[in-house]
Each structure stands twice: as C-alpha cells, then as structure tokens.
C-alpha cells in the first residue's frame, strides 16, 4: 500500500524549560493519536526531544532549518498542531511558506480538535489549485470558489 507521509510541524523553542516539556507532551499526544487513527507521520518534535536533552543538541529552528526542511520534502503535506505559541513560532512559519512553496497541503488542527474528532478535512485538488482546509465541527466549506464554483468536497479523518 502506498500510504501518505505527512510532517507533523509544532512550535517548540523557549526560554522556559517547562514551556519546551508542555509543547513536546502536547505534540507526543497529538502523533499518537493521528498514528493510531491511521496517519503515517514525521515527527521531528517527538522523536528528537529526548536526544536534545540527553546529549545537549541545540533546541533553536536555526539547527534544525535544513534537516526540517529534507523532512518536509519527502512528506505528502503538513499538519500544522496549533498550540499554544505556533502563530508566533520562527520555526512553524518557516516550515508553512516552505511546504506551500512546494504547493503540497497543510492542515491546521488543534490538540483538542484531534482528541475529540471533530477534524473534518476540506480539499480541493486539481492541477492549478491544490490546498486543504481543515473546518472544525462542520462540514461546510464557505466562500471557495474555483472558476466561479463553489466547491464542497468533505471526508471525515
């Protein structure tokens, strides 16, 4: 079976150690959930926390640019995990404008939405646009219009 790979994006640099543990606990939570619903995921947050604090690697974006970014490359699309810090997150941004550059699909979706279910996937795909816009509670797109019409396309994670 040829399954798509997605990359699991999240903030996680900060100045408060106990800030850094949340972010991480909070995206460890969020793959095992999205893995156990069926995603195959690249999940640079948990699966490099703890090499970061055994052997002292540094935790900023800056170390991490280029290997994130050889991630994304071989993922079908992003999965933004909006907690608390991602809007603002150096890192997260990047990691958005990099995956659009490429044109693949980014998903935003909140640890309590991905808990609770309530992730109703929203895509449109063609050769000129492809995008997914992740509703939450309602299967309702509102205002995509491509050449003149309007398009509701839903499927249920």
Known sequence: MNQKVYYLASPYSHKDPD???NRYQQVEEAAAILSMRGFTLIEPIASSHHKAKKYQLPTDYEFWNNKCKSLINISHGLIVLTIDGWSESIGVTDEIKYAESRGLPILFASLDDIREHKIVVQAVDDRF???????????VLIGL???????DLGTHI
Not at 145 to 151: A, D, M, P, T
């Open 145 to 151: 219009v491509l050449w003149g019409v309007v398009v």
């Open 129 to 139: 646009f492809k995008r997914m816009c992740i509703l939450i509670g309602r299967c």
């Open 19 to 21: 800030v850094v543990e």
